[in-house]
């Protein structure tokens, strides 16, 4: 069984910054891929970055240049530093882990960024 778990998010003023920490109970170098997904209200899901085993690092145009995504394997947690946040930034983050063909997902942790 996976689990993952979330933990970061908050309230802050646009401008400010915000780092995301996903804690997976299994070791995470097994993973094909660690991302990051939002979802605002009223909204759909939306990938915002992603870390494949490979080391390719993708970032939706929206927090490219403000967002990194990075992984400790010895910790088995991967991590969203977000900076500059804006307030269309706000939403839910989720957590996702890609192994084979099973995707594992966290419980989210609620971001909002205000103007």
């Known amino acids: 069984q996976v689990h993952l778990v979330e933990s970061g998010g908050g309230l802050v003023q646009a401008g400010g910054s915000l780092r995301l920490s996903c804690a997976a109970s299994i070791s995470i170098a097994r993973a094909n891929a660690m991302d990051w997904s939002r979802q605002a209200p009223g909204k759909q899901r939306e990938l915002v970055a992603r870390?494949?085993?490979?080391?390719?690092?993708y970032y939706a145009p929206s927090v490219e240049g403000r967002f990194t995504i990075s992984r400790d394997n010895g910790k088995n947690t991967t991590y969203l530093q977000m900076n500059s946040l804006k307030p269309e930034d706000t939403g839910i983050y989720f957590c996702?882990?890609?192994?084979?063909?099973?995707?594992?997902w966290g419980q989210g942790t609620q971001v909002t960024v205000s103007s």
């Open positions: 870390l494949t085993s490979a080391g390719s690092i």
């Open positions: 996702q882990l890609v192994l084979g063909a099973y995707d594992y």
